[in-house]
């Protein structure tokens, strides 16, 4: 089966940091795979070197038989993979409407003059955008759906967490990238935003996953495999049971014994 | 699809925001017939007292959504509170020629707040770029026979295609440093203007006036009995200006566009992230900010009838930006009511008006320190006021 994403020799540092080392790494269609690891061992390099927030220094990146190798954040955008930030990263003064359709930019016309002139059409479309953002919004948390025109900058961080997920999901991505979701956050929140996240997925086939986590009961719980990074390097990879009991990953995380 | 099922709203009333127009536009009457330095302080403390008062009331913010809810009714008071203003004074070239000014520079910020409201582009040659469409009238209309409504636009056009030439700079840097880009142009602008003889240089040159369909704009003329200042006719121009860039500029803003604007202000990584084309939104901003400056500045010209380059300074670019701190940034109604608090007030002021620039910085830092987000602050945006209530 032929990868939908494919990562070769992908290599970045930062002075004489290496964080990706010539990492090898493909994600099948309709998988969900975990990246796991310590702390600086290039998980969310991997997330931004993808999504061109910074260029590979070597490597190639292949997606969906395009090769978007340090293509712009737009590109990356348009071709269909969409993330979430390890740090919030919403616009806080704006409403939670507003946030939603940021991700939905691909899919709103964006012409001047539609934009300016056309208002009956543009009432159509906003207000099928708006059936479409308050039915995702319904799927995390039902009691936001009324609320879509309030600020952002009043909501606790499960809110915002979810509203960040809906703003990836809304332009039906073919990837979604998560970075470490359950940051700040309690257990029994992160375990209620998975299952919503599968909920939506359940209901869209075509999602494939990649999931930056640091907490192990939820890459158990809904990876079906995972790759274990230690210094910008692959170390392991396979079923969480098995990269868990490898002793090379023990390693990694404790320490040599 | 109903908005009835989407949120339990309560209705806002419109009338809040009518008392308000109508308490406003008698006190700006009142200010403006005064002539005694002594009234004019007194009236000046009253305004701020009451203000005061009615804002620890709460009286604002039911006004200001009543503004948000009802925008064109209201609107269509403001029109009609202007109007008035304008027939009270008929014949007083001072305070029509005052009023225009403050109509002319509400769509010069206008303008800016496209730029740096929305867009987050720090334009700090706003003078200069009003002084090109200034000078376009006064060459176009001394050279060449063009219809003076399409001089108006030219000099728009004029202002944005000069403002292209800072695009490069702007878009390579960012924050301050595409701040001190556009103050650069600003002191070159002027010294440009100053060497150049072909535009009068340092004197500067006449502007001729305003013809539309053999109406002259520059001879008083009478309505019945009643004799009106020719200043008259650049008043129903400009408000009829005013009104264009304010709902053009409403609807730039309840529109993907403005979201689109908003979301590179506040985060342009993640914009990027979600497809926006950064580039090709703050080009977008930033030449229709230009656009309406510069028709502001074009029609100015010929109310003046005069141009020279000490009218286009970076002082007067630091005014029109103090406005936009004032009112709020990004709420076009609290725009209006600076430029009418920055102009209006120096000018009955007789004893400060030395002292200008000083009453602006206190202004400004007074607000920066006590009310950051302006005198009214920028609601979240409703695409369709009243849509979802």
Redesign the interface.
């Known amino acids: 089966m032929s990868a939908l994403l494919e990562a070769r020799g992908l290599s970045k540092h930062f002075g004489g940091v290496l964080a990706l080392d010539g990492l090898d790494l493909a994600v099948a269609p309709n998988e969900i795979l975990g990246l796991i690891g310590p702390n600086g061992s290039g998980k969310t390099t991997f997330f931004n070197v993808i999504t061109g927030i910074y260029r590979a220094d070597t490597g190639q990146v292949g997606f969906d038989g395009l090769d978007i190798t340090n293509a712009s954040g737009r590109t990356v955008y348009l071709a269909g993979i969409a993330r979430t930030f390890q740090r919030s990263r919403l616009s806080l003064p704006l409403s939670i409407f507003d946030n939603i359709m940021i991700g939905n930019h691909k899919r709103l016309n964006q012409g001047l003059w539609f934009n300016l002139a056309r208002r009956n059409e543009f009432r159509r479309e906003f207000e099928e955008s708006y059936a479409a953002a308050r039915a995702l919004v319904e799927v995390f948390e039902p009691a936001l759906a009324g609320r879509l025109f309030e600020p952002v900058a009043g909501l606790p961080m499960i809110d915002r967490r979810r509203i960040e997920i809906c703003r990836a999901l809304i332009s039906a991505p073919k990837l979604l990238l998560l970075d470490e979701p359950s940051a700040g956050m309690t257990h029994e929140e992160t375990a209620e935003l998975m299952d919503d996240i599968l909920l939506v997925r359940a209901r869209n086939q075509n999602l494939t996953i990649i999931i930056v986590e640091h907490e192990m009961g939820v890459i158990e719980r809904i990876t079906d495999r995972c790759v274990v990074l230690n210094f910008g390097r692959k170390i392991a990879e396979g079923p969480y049971r098995i990269v868990a009991a490898d002793a090379q990953v023990q390693e990694a995380y404790l320490g040599a014994a | 699809?109903s908005g009835s099922r989407?949120?339990?709203r309560k209705a806002v009333s419109l009338w809040p925001g009518v008392i308000v127009l109508a308490v406003a536009t008698a006190y700006l009457i009142a200010l403006l017939a005064a002539e005694k330095q002594a009234l004019i302080i007194a009236l000046l403390l009253a305004g701020i007292v009451v203000v005061i008062a009615a804002a620890s009331f709460g009286l604002f913010e039911s006004a200001s959504a009543s503004f948000t809810d009802h925008e064109d009714a209201l609107g269509g008071c403001a029109i009609m509170a202007a109007l008035g203003v304008a027939a009270f004074f008929h014949d007083n070239h001072f305070v029509l020629l005052l009023a225009i000014t403050v109509l002319l520079y509400s769509v010069a910020t206008l303008g800016l707040n496209v730029q740096f409201g929305y867009a987050g582009v720090l334009n700090f040659a706003g003078a200069s770029f009003f002084g090109i469409g200034a000078y376009t009238s006064a060459v176009l209309n001394a050279h060449t026979a063009l219809p003076h409504l399409l001089v108006l636009l030219i000099g728009g056009l004029l202002a944005a295609l000069a403002g292209s030439l800072l695009l490069l700079p702007v878009l390579r840097t960012r924050g301050h440093y595409a701040a001190v880009v556009t103050i650069a142009f600003a002191l070159l602008f002027k010294t440009f203007l100053e060497v150049n003889d072909v535009l009068g240089g340092p004197q500067g040159m006449q502007v001729k006036g305003m013809r539309i369909f053999g109406w002259s704009f520059n001879d008083n003329f009478e309505i019945g009995k009643i004799s009106v200042s020719f200043y008259m006719n650049y008043f129903v121009l400009s408000l009829l200006v005013l009104v264009g860039a304010f709902v053009?500029v409403r609807?730039?803003e309840r529109?993907?566009?403005g979201?689109?604007l908003?979301?590179l202000r506040?985060?342009e990584?993640?914009?990027?992230?979600?497809?926006?084309?950064i580039a090709r939104w703050k080009i977008?901003a930033f030449l229709i900010g230009n656009f309406f400056i510069g028709i502001a500045g074009a029609l100015f010209g010929m109310v003046g009838g005069f141009v020279a380059p000490n009218n286009y300074t970076f002082a007067d670019s630091l005014i029109l930006i103090s406005i936009l701190l004032l009112g709020g940034i990004g709420n076009p109604w609290g725009l209006i009511v600076a430029t009418i608090i920055v102009v209006v007030v120096p000018e009955k002021l007789q004893t400060i008006q030395e002292y200008r620039f000083l009453l602006y910085a206190l202004m400004v830092i007074a607000v920066l320190l006590f009310r950051p987000q302006g005198l009214l602050p920028r609601p979240?945006?409703?695409?369709?006021p009243g849509w979802?209530s």
């Open positions: 699809m989407t949120m339990a053009l609807r730039l529109s993907w566009i979201l689109n908003d979301a506040l985060d990584t993640a914009a990027n992230c979600f497809g926006l084309a977008t979240v945006r409703r695409y369709f979802g």
